[in-house]
């Protein structure tokens, strides 16, 4: 799966605080305050497991996931709803920061 | 006033619940409005919206190469407002098109080989007007027809950008003027004639695409 080149460099260093879920659509929280939105194809089960919260070191992405490698080693892992238009990220006051 | 009422109305409606002969019609309503208001502030008889209103019912008859199949290209947006987009960079911050998306473009319209230099995979609502990525939004755009081809399209995506930003028309009005047919847009907002001059003068370098069961659209006699 091919590193995406645009995101990377735009939330490396960033730590992943909370996620949580407005229907099928993830929202990241980051530490800075800045909140990505990532549309995947069905909300998660109720039962899920929490998940891998930690400091990103790189984005790859393929067309039918994004994956978001920490530092400690761990992987994120998050399905989309389609290969493009499904990840924006804005910063803590609103303004764009990334959109696929 | 007339015209900002019916781009409202549309924009409420939203394409979806718009059927595409409905859209068409509300469409022609706009620039039969935007004639007669750019015809009373030049002080242009009425003869000359009737004429501009003929022009556009020629252009709803185009099909692909020369605008999309709206089918399979409805258009589609992010999630971004004027400000968003009126932000210099912006398009930048937008990630490039997949080379496996490009691919799937051409072949949901039946183009197994082109040359380089045939096509660009073109956004339809145009990034820096807030078009997405989605493959409901791309579509292969020839640089090779005339006199409509990817250089003229450009043309209008910037008029639009540049009028979205000045605050004369609203973000949703202009996406939807250049999803539903990019050509009477130009027309409306660019030129009411093709360019030409600039057509002829590539002519000279490229060879003209010329499909077998599509006719050449005629340039309006000025």
Redesign the interface.
Same mark, same amino acid.
């Given at each position: 799966m091919r590193r995406n080149q645009k995101l990377t460099p735009v939330i490396k260093g960033r730590s992943i605080a909370d996620i949580g879920w407005d229907g099928a659509t993830a929202l990241l929280h980051f530490d800075d305050g800045s909140v990505m939105r990532i549309h995947t194809p069905t909300p998660p089960p109720k039962n899920s497991p929490p998940a891998t919260l930690g400091k990103v070191r790189a984005v790859r992405q393929s067309s039918e996931v994004i994956v978001f490698d920490l530092e400690s080693g761990s992987t994120l892992q998050i399905p989309l709803a389609e290969a493009t238009s499904c990840v924006m990220l804005r910063d803590a006051k609103g303004a764009l920061e990334y959109a696929d | 006033m007339i015209l900002t009422c019916l781009h409202s109305r549309i924009a409420q409606r939203g394409t979806a619940g718009l059927g595409i002969l409905g859209a068409l019609f509300a469409f022609v309503a706009c620039d039969r409005a935007v004639s007669v208001q750019q015809a009373q502030s030049k002080a242009v008889s009425t003869a000359a919206a009737d004429t501009s209103l003929a022009i556009v019912q020629s252009d709803s008859g185009l099909r692909f190469p020369f605008v999309p199949d709206l089918a399979k290209t409805p258009g589609?947006t992010?999630? %971004?407002t004027a400000a968003?987009i009126c +932000?210099p960079g912006?398009s930048k911050? %937008?990630?490039?098109?997949?080379i496996? +998306?490009k691919r799937q473009v051409y072949l949901n319209y039946g183009i197994r080989k082109h040359k380089p230099g045939d096509y660009e995979i073109d956004h339809l609502i145009s990034l820096e007007l807030g078009g997405?990525?989605?493959?409901r939004?791309l579509w292969p755009q020839s640089y090779r027809t005339s006199p409509w081809n990817a250089h003229v399209k450009d043309a209008l995506e910037n008029e639009l950008h540049r009028r979205v930003c000045a605050g004369t028309i609203d973000l949703a009005t202009a996406q939807r003027i250049i999803a539903q047919n990019w050509v009477m847009g130009y027309r409306i907002y660019v030129n009411p004639n093709p360019p030409v001059a600039a057509t002829r003068a590539r002519a000279h370098t490229h060879r003209q695409y010329r499909p077998r069961s599509e006719p050449q659209p005629q340039a309006p006699v000025p």
């Open positions: - | 589609d992010l999630e %971004v968003d +932000v912006y911050k %937008v990630r490039n098109v997949p496996a +998306v997405s990525n989605s493959i939004n």
